[in-house]
Structures are given as structure tokens and as C-alpha cells.
């Protein structure tokens, strides 16, 4: 029964004369096509009624790299006895380019779309594989039920519009926020033209993802992490029918995912962290390379030493504070407004706070990954800090200095300057944890359930912790060091799995490249950490629990 629908719902099987002329190259293909073989002969000697089916949704295309993390993961399940069934779910990106954030660009969305087709090849040629477009699941009924509901809908009342339980309006909200980097979007035709296109995307989307769910009655569901809506929905509706949801994202570690199962958080080792920091004793062994890879870090950069002596003569001796800015078409997105309503806002705000405050100094960092919004293509008028500060008319007073993206400064050339770092989000708040230096977190992290880091309640905490650390000599240097690099271990080296099986990035600075060249490689036994997430998956079994947490790769 599930075959025969299947076969109505898959995308026709490319062959050898549609490749151009190769997925990656001649022998990561060549590898990649024998080992598929493998695969799917070992899934075969399975009785169907002994597999595993695991739906399994794709569509983060950014690079190739991505996509051989997918294939990575599938060959290994299928290697252990699952059934995949590959969901693509890109039809709803509908030229809205919400994970990028940014307004929509031609030439990248070009781009995600050849990445999107090679994804099909990819799956239906080298993994013998065929993949299923999440759009096949709906009527053409569905899609009118869709568009009405959003022509229907004012966009002045998007707080109040649900659908089956979902908040829909409040998904297509926050996806303009992202698309357009503003924190509280106009009301002009284009804004409402937009909302209304992601409303009727999440209309659709959540009828397709119960049609999908109920139909093919997967045992579990693999996806990117549920933060847009493209996988948000699909998580919500599996939850809703107790079907457990694995995600992944690549870590800041090169060569990493970070796995969790049935949540919506970034890097979530909440349930793991307090019997990890009790009980955990690091080896000399471990320590050795904990305080390589700490080091690394921190120094592994230039550093023009000219600015950084310009920097402390604008100081002046003032207790100072270094403010790392997030990228803002990726800070849009969070939804999260204890203290601020987005992170432009908290810049503004604390830009305000130190004019008020002269004695005070204040070092505002750019992003250093601002240089790759360039190389995208994106209009980086209302992206780019310092052309931000630039469109809103924002002049920094002379106790703020101004850090740029192209600077050769890093964050820890800073330290020896500051007595804190306050931050949006950031991971910089780590970075001044291993010197020992206190800092402050707007939004809650991964690292929040640490305690290196404050978390403010409201506006008049952040400020009220801001004042504390300018005019506080820190007295708990050793305690803050202990506990971050205790947490940075179990994030970095344990929470952020690298198999040791690919190499690259999503951004192609690094070039791909597979690190086995037969199938032996992936089968079970032979990656602890490998083994571990798929019998994770396989068994309904957490990422971390109480006592469980993956193995260490370090």
C-alpha cells in the first residue's frame, strides 16, 4: 500500500544522461554510488515489516556540503535497517529567501535553486533513493483553502491569527522581520503582499505535514532544526501525533552537527549539563586538547596591534564593555523580547544608555562574517552594522568606539580592555568566559543553563547588570573561568558531533570533500559517535538526557 503511493508522490528518477556531468565530483560520486549500492541491497535483505521508516526532510541549500551531510546520515540509516523516505520541502520557499534573511535576490535564489535540483539528483541517482516533494500532498483544493485563508486575514491582526492551533500570522510575522532585516515591518503593499505569500505558505504547509504524517505513518522524522517555519511546522504537527523529531544543525565547531530530539532550541544539552558538571572529571589527556582547541580559538587570528593601542587611547583608562553585534538578518528572526524587541534596538538603546554615561566606554563590534553577506549578493545597506547606524542617522558618542567587519581585531585582542562583553546572543560570551570575564546575554542560549553568562528579566536588569559590571572589580575570575570551559567542553567537543567522515562548510570557504572511500566506514562499529546518533533515531532514544550524552570527538 505504501509503495503504490509512493510511486505516485516521487519525483522521476534522474539518470546518468541528466548529470552535468557530475553530483560532486568523479570520485566522491563514484564512491557515493557504490556505497548507495550497498545500502540499499543490506535494506533489502529487511523484511518490510521490520524497518524502520524514517521521513526524512531536506531543503537546507545552501552548499553541497549540506547536502552531504544528508547523504551521509541516510546511507548510515539505511545501513542499519531504515527505511528513508526523503521529503523535499523547498516548494515553499516561494522566492521568499527567509533563511537567508535579506530581500529576495535573483542571483542567489538562482543559486539555492540548482542547489535544490542537484539535491534530487543526489538522492534519487547516487543513493538509489527517490525523493518526495511535500507539495504532492496537496490538493489543488488545498492550495485555494490556502490562498483564501490568507486573503481573508488583515495583516494589522497577525498576533491573532491561528490556524488548527498554529500561529501562522505570528510565523508569517516574524519571516518578513527576517526577510527584510526590520524589526517592526511597514504596512505598504509589498510588506502585506509578502505576509500574505508566507501566511498562505503555512496554511499549506500544515495541511501537506498532517497529510504527510498520517499518511505514510513514519516510525520517526529527521529534519534541520525547527526554527523557520519551513521545519517548524512539520516539527509541531509530529509532536501533535506523538511522532519523535530528531534535528541537527552545523555547529561552530568545522565538521560538526549538533543533534536534538523534540526541540525547538539551538544546541539544547540542558537535561545533560548538571550531571555532566558534576560528575564529569576531565582527563589530562582531554585537557591537553580542550586547552589547544580553547587557545586556538581565541588566538588563531591576525591582529592589527596599531588599532587595538588606537582603541586604548580612546579609552582613556575608562571601565569599558565590548558589545559584539550579531549579524542583523540573522538576529531578526528570534522571537524572544524580554528586554529588547530586536537586536538593532538594543544597540540603540545602549548607544543612548553610554551617551548618558561619559565615564563610561564602549567598544561595538561588527560581525566578522558581515564580508560573506557581500559575497551573497544581498543589499547590505540595511544589513551591514555600520551602514545601519549610517540609514538611521545613528552618530556614537566619543565614549563608543566602532569596530568594522574588515578590522583586523578580534574579540580577544579586546579582553585585556574590558571588565565585560554584553551581548544580543553570542558565543563571544564564552570567549570572555575562558579569560574569566563576566558578560551578559539578552536572549537566552545554549550556554545560558551554564552560569558564566546573566540572563537580564527585563530592559531595567540589562541596564542594572551593564552599570554593576562597569563599576565592579570582578572577584570570581577562577569560578567563571572553570565553568566555561566545563560547559564549552560538553558543547564543543561532545554536543557538537564531527564523525570524521566530511569536510567543508555551508559557505564554501572550505572545499567538500568525503573522508572514507568505501562503505565499510559507515557501518555500525565503527564510529562510536556515528553509532550513537543513529541508534538515538533508530530506538527513540534522546541526544542527552540525565545521564546520557553522545561520546566525546575530539
Excluded at 516548494?91 to 533563511?99: L, M, N, S, V
Excluded at 496554511?203 to 517555519?229: C, E, G, H, R, W
Excluded at 547606524?389 to 583586523?408: A, T
Excluded at 572589580?473 to 566555561?484: A, G, H, V, Y
Aim: proline share 3%; hydrophobic share 40%.
Amino acid at each position: 500500500m505504501l509503495k503504490k503511493l509512493l510511486q505516485k508522490l516521487l519525483l522521476k528518477n534522474t539518470s546518468v544522461a541528466d548529470m552535468e556531468p557530475y553530483v560532486y565530483n568523479s570520485r566522491i560520486d563514484d564512491i557515493l554510488k557504490k556505497t548507495g549500492k550497498i545500502a540499499r541491497k543490506t535494506l533489502e535483505k529487511v523484511s518490510p515489516a521490520e524497518r524502520k521508516k524514517i521521513i526524512y526532510f531536506i531543503g537546507y541549500h545552501h552548499s553541497k556540503f549540506a547536502s552531504l551531510i544528508d547523504v551521509v546520515h541516510m546511507l548510515a540509516l539505511q545501513l542499519r535497517g531504515a527505511e528513508i523516505i526523503v521529503v523535499r520541502s523547498s516548494y515553499f520557499f516561494q522566492q521568499e529567501d527567509i533563511i537567508f534573511g535579506g530581500a529576495y535576490n535573483k542571483d542567489r535564489f538562482e543559486l539555492q535553486y540548482k542547489l535544490y535540483t542537484d539535491e534530487g539528483k543526489i538522492f534519487s541517482y547516487i543513493l538509489q533513493t527517490q525523493v518526495i516533494e511535500i507539495g504532492a500532498f496537496l490538493s489543488s483544493s488545498d492550495l485555494k483553502f490556502a490562498e483564501d485563508f490568507a486573503n481573508n486575514c488583515n495583516y494589522e491582526g497577525w498576533e491573532s491569527i491561528t490556524y488548527d492551533g498554529f500561529s501562522v500570522g505570528e510565523m508569517a510575522y516574524h519571516a518578513i522581520c527576517n526577510t527584510n532585516n526590520v524589526n517592526i515591518p511597514d504596512n505598504s503593499t509589498e510588506t502585506v503582499r509578502q505576509f500574505k505569500a508566507h501566511l498562505r505558505n503555512c496554511v499549506a504547509l500544515s495541511i501537506a505535514s498532517q497529510k504527510l504524517l498520517t499518511t505514510i505513518q513514519a516510525d520517526t522524522v529527521v529534519s534541520n532544526v525547527p526554527f523557520y517555519y519551513l521545519w517548524r511546522i512539520p516539527f509541531l504537527r509530529s509532536q501533535m501525533l506523538n511522532i519523535p523529531f530528531y534535528s541537527y544543525m552545523l555547529s561552530e565547531r568545522p565538521n560538526s552537527f549538533f543533534w536534538t530530539n523534540n526541540s525547538e532550541k539551538f544546541c539544547d544539552s540542558s537535561k545533560n549539563w548538571q550531571s555532566f558538571k558534576k560528575s564529569y572529571t576531565i582527563s589530562e589527556d582531554i585537557l591537553h586538547v580542550l586547552n589547544k582547541k580553547i587557545h586556538d580559538k581565541l588566538y588563531g587570528k591576525n591582529v592589527s596591534e596599531k588599532r587595538i593601542n588606537e582603541i586604548r587611547e580612546l579609552v582613556k583608562g575608562r571601565s569599558a564593555v565590548l558589545l559584539p553585534c550579531n549579524i542583523l538578518s540573522d538576529a531578526a528572526v528570534f522571537q524572544e523580547k524580554r528586554s529588547f524587541d530586536s537586536c538593532l534596538e538594543m544597540i540603540q538603546s545602549v548607544i543612548k544608555w553610554f551617551s548618558d554615561n561619559p565615564q563610561y566606554f564602549c567598544i561595538l563590534k561588527a560581525h566578522p562574517a558581515e564580508k560573506l553577506m557581500i559575497e551573497f549578493g544581498m543589499d547590505t545597506s540595511f544589513i551591514l552594522l555600520g551602514s545601519v547606524l549610517k540609514k538611521c542617522d545613528i552618530e556614537l558618542p566619543e565614549n563608543i568606539c566602532f569596530v568594522d567587519y574588515n578590522e583586523d581585531v578580534t574579540v580577544a585582542s579586546l579582553f585585556g580592555l574590558v571588565k565585560g562583553v554584553i551581548a544580543y546572543t553570542s558565543s563571544v560570551c564564552m570567549d570572555a568566559g575562558f579569560v574569566g570575564l563576566p558578560s551578559v546575554s539578552v536572549l537566552e542560549s545554549h550556554y545560558s543553563v551554564a552560569d558564566f553568562s546573566r540572563n537580564p528579566s527585563s530592559r531595567e536588569d540589562f541596564f542594572r547588570l551593564l552599570e554593576n559590571m562597569l563599576k565592579n572589580e570582578i572577584n570570581d575570575r577562577e569560578s567563571i573561568i572553570e565553568e566555561t570551559r566545563k560547559y564549552f567542553l560538553l558543547y564543543y567537543c561532545i554536543g557538537s558531533i564531527d564523525y570524521n567522515l566530511i569536510r567543508g562548510n555551508d559557505v564554501n570557504s572550505v572545499p567538500f570533500d568525503i573522508l572514507f572511500d568505501s562503505v565499510d566506514q559507515l557501518l555500525p562499529g565503527k564510529s562510536e559517535a556515528l553509532d550513537y546518533v543513529c541508534d538515538a533515531i533508530l530506538n527513540n532514544r534522546s541526544i542527552f538526557g540525565v545521564d546520557r550524552r553522545p561520546p566525546i570527538t575530539i
